[in-house]
């Protein structure tokens, strides 16, 4: 039985609804939710799993990357394509999980694809594990690092480069897993190979703790119970790191890494996941709005902003502010406002609150 005091799956699935209606409208989306039987078989799946939903300009930027290459594909998210892996997490039921994890393999399956190209580092994991005990895997898995490497080494002087990208980077790796190490050693691949990008080393996290290390039955950055000071430290340790190293620019590897690393972005210290390079090298970039609207911390005004998305998906700007909060203004502000009023009466933002000087939340929007 899943254990829904530590995994509220009906909140799990519906949170990236909600965060993904303010950051993307309806019409943009290059991906289905919903299962339908293919009428065609297709060279590639991309599987993009189910939290990078949190981020979808991630997923617009792999989208149109594989377009303008000319990829057969076919991208899926969500529920009906989910690894399971978050039942087993969070929810402490294995059994749930491997009756997910087999659904969304058959349908896989079904679009009959050389390779299944896996977004999410859980999912790469998880089926990994399933045709690893396969004599004759119905086709590949390979995670969208090494996939795409791979496929701008082909290409060579044919990849549509239309500009230089001009920026130092330090890269935020992994270790935990085989497979981290594959990802890292494709995306330096890939950094020889976007113009303009000139890699510096590996970051090293903060003191107070890697962004992106999760805890809790919600699975939150471990930094959300960080105080003001707390939070500003591993900020300015960042930004030394990347000043030593003649950097401008922090690169995460996985979508999550980039939806925790994020928040401590300023001016002085871009963060973004590597995609977003390759992207931009290509002309096909997509503004980042999460990281805006976090930036942003009033909800009124992240609605506004929203607007555009979220009227597609049928929203009153009431329903808009409420999601905005949910998402955009944490928990964990109420513990940072230190101020001199405690964040209740003397009218900064909760944006100047976090990063009083480092963030030009005008120039965001």
């Known amino acids: 039985m899943i254990d829904k005091t530590k995994f509220d799956v009906k909140g799990y699935y519906t949170a990236m609804a909600e965060s993904k209606s303010l950051l993307i409208a309806r019409d943009d989306l290059k991906w289905t939710e919903r299962w339908v039987e293919p009428d065609r078989p297709y060279d590639a799946l991309l599987a993009y799993g189910c939290a990078v939903q949190h981020t979808p300009h991630l997923m617009q930027e792999a989208a149109n990357v594989l377009d303008l ?22 929810g402490k039921d294995g059994a749930a999980a491997d009756r997910i994890s087999d659904k969304s393999y058959r349908r896989f399956m079904s679009y009959r694809p050389k390779v299944a190209v896996q977004w999410c580092g859980a999912c790469m994991r998880q089926y990994l594990d399933t045709i690893s005990s396969q004599q004759d895997p119905p086709f590949a898995v390979v995670h969208i690092t090494k996939f795409l490497a791979d496929l701008l080494q082909a290409r060579g002087d044919d990849v549509p480069w239309v500009r230089d990208v001009r920026t130092r980077v330090l890269l935020e790796a992994h270790h935990d897993h085989a497979q981290a190490d594959i990802d890292t050693a494709a995306i330096l691949r890939i950094f020889e190979m ?47 790191q990347l000043e030593a190293a003649r950097a401008d620019t922090l690169v995460t590897p996985y979508h999550k890494c980039q939806m925790e690393w994020s928040k401590l972005s300023t001016k002085k210290m871009a963060i973004r996941e590597w995609i977003s390079l390759v992207a931009e090298a290509m002309g096909v970039g997509v503004q980042d709005r999460y990281t805006m609207y976090w930036h942003l911390g009033d909800p009124e005004k992240i609605a506004e902003e929203a607007r555009p998305q979220w009227e597609t998906w049928g929203w009153t700007a009431e329903q808009a502010i409420e999601a905005a909060r949910r998402h955009f203004v944490p928990e964990y502000a109420i513990d940072v406002h230190h101020c001199d009023c405690g964040g209740s009466g003397c009218g900064s933002e909760g944006a100047e609150l976090l990063w009083p000087g480092l963030i030009d939340v005008a120039a965001l929007v």
């Open 69 to 90: 290459l000319g990829v057969d594909y076919f991208a899926v998210t969500g529920r009906q394509f989910c690894c399971g892996r978050p039942f087993e997490k969070m």
């Open 194 to 240: 976007v113009p303009g990008v000139e890699f510096a080393g590996f970051v090293e996290p903060p003191s107070a703790g890697t962004p992106c290390d999760l805890e809790g039955p919600k699975a939150v950055g471990v930094l959300n119970k960080a105080d003001t000071e707390t939070f500003q430290g591993a900020i300015k340790e960042l930004e030394d």
